[in-house]
């Protein structure tokens, strides 16, 4: 089955505690990406990347870090956590056709993590 | 700057009645547009989109949308909704000739009553 997954899918941990965030995509996709979504915010990008090596900051890259050693993996790494990045967190992946605007190809998002700091 | 606005939080209609869940964008170039469906626990889903062509545009689950230059809308109906249509809904755009980002709005949910 084609899908993006998340883990975990919950997670409470306390400030200044590193924790990584895993994001997995079987359908060979180019593009990946990492959204925030807040109360009244919808989503806001924090991190994307084109391709394996190939990331740029989003919206909202403050306190967050990713990498792109292999096609399919995107994980989103937390250095020093803060209060203020408590949300839920989605990775969402998708083609990139050459010469086909990004867009045009549906972005699949995962199941979302849940993260709360203290 | 783009942007999204959606006016509506929430919307609350009676099932098997119409719906509409409004969207109105500002950029300064040609955009292309979205809407996203999120059920509860779940992630987002594409519902429609509008890249060229004709400015009606149809999607899954009975849903459809007009893109409105004038306007700068991109409002989304359905004629008939279901229990199963609650959910919340994310209007979202991006710059054609720029970046492959998503600029999201706020979300309005959807609250279908029997």
């Known amino acids: 089955e084609a899908q993006v997954t998340q883990n975990p899918r919950y997670l409470i941990t306390v400030t200044g505690k590193k924790l990584t965030v895993t994001c997995s995509q079987n359908m060979n996709h180019e593009y990946m990406s990492w959204y925030r979504q807040d109360p009244g915010l919808g989503l806001r990008q924090i991190y994307y990347?084109?391709?394996?090596?190939?990331?740029d900051k989003g919206d909202v890259p403050e306190g967050y870090k990713v990498s792109r050693k292999e096609k399919r993996n995107f994980p989103l790494i937390l250095e020093s956590p803060s209060p203020n990045q408590t949300s839920l967190y989605f990775c969402a992946s998708s083609f990139r056709l050459a010469g086909v605007h990004l867009l045009n190809n549906e972005q699949f998002f995962g199941p979302g993590t849940r993260l709360t700091v203290l | 700057a783009q942007s999204v606005t959606q006016l509506d939080s929430q919307v609350p209609v009676f099932e098997e009645a119409p719906v509409e869940l409004r969207c109105n964008y500002s950029?300064?170039?040609?955009?292309?547009l979205f809407w996203y469906v999120q059920y509860p626990n779940q992630g987002l889903q594409l519902l429609l989109k509008y890249l060229s062509g004709s400015t009606l545009v149809k999607g899954i689950n009975g849903f459809e949308a007009e893109f409105n230059k004038s306007q700068t809308s991109f409002h989304l109906r359905k004629p008939s909704v279901h229990i199963s249509d609650t959910a919340e809904y994310f209007c979202?755009?991006?710059?054609?000739?720029?970046?492959?980002?998503?600029?999201f709005g706020s979300g309005t949910r959807l609250l279908v009553r029997p």
């Open positions: 950029s300064s170039v040609s955009v292309y």
């Open positions: 990347s084109m391709n394996v090596e190939v990331t």
């Open positions: 979202a755009v991006s710059e054609r000739d720029s970046s492959y980002k998503l600029i």
